[in-house]
């Protein structure tokens, strides 16, 4: 850069001092490789933490079924404790035992992420599991359970 625009003599000035003040950037040390590390970690906390937001999700299903509709005679333990037991013993109870059996996955897809535990085969049984889920689910808690796969290129390539 020259200061010529400041009516004075053509010369070069750095802008070494400006960056450094500004960005906090300290040429030889190891930042730059801090933050590419960092990225590499994030895929894997944000899969992690949409694998818990679709276990919310089917949290608050399951609390509006037991908890919304209650009969006055019964206090709200009982009449939880009666719902439950309704709803898993009569017949086209499978949605249910699907929605426990789908918090389990996405529980534990979401620990395997953020532990960085085998998260090629956690992104697939991911993929899997969005693939029954449209079969079985609405279409948006499907496409819920398949959000962590935007981040599969990133966690394929740094795994």
């Known amino acids: 850069m020259t200061n010529k625009a400041f009516g004075g003599r053509r010369r070069w000035v750095s802008i070494y001092p400006l960056a450094k003040t500004i960005f906090n950037i300290r040429i030889g040390q190891e930042q730059p490789y801090k933050r590419m590390h960092d990225e590499k970690v994030m895929g894997f906390k944000i899969s992690g933490a949409l694998n818990f937001l679709c276990v919310f999700y089917f949290l608050t299903i399951w609390a509006i079924l037991l908890l919304v509709a209650q009969p ?41 992420l953020f532990l960085r535990k085998y998260p090629e085969q956690t992104m697939y049984v991911i993929g899997f599991h969005a693939l029954i889920s449209f079969y079985f689910y609405d279409w948006s808690l499907a496409l819920s359970i398949g959000l962590p796969l935007l981040f599969f290129n990133k966690i394929r390539v740094n795994a």
């Open 72 to 112: 006055e005679a019964l206090s709200t333990y009982e009449a939880a404790k009666s719902s439950l037991i309704y709803v898993l013993t009569e017949n086209g109870s499978e949605f249910f035992y699907l929605s426990i059996a789908s918090m389990l996955v996405c529980f534990s897809c979401g620990v395997f």
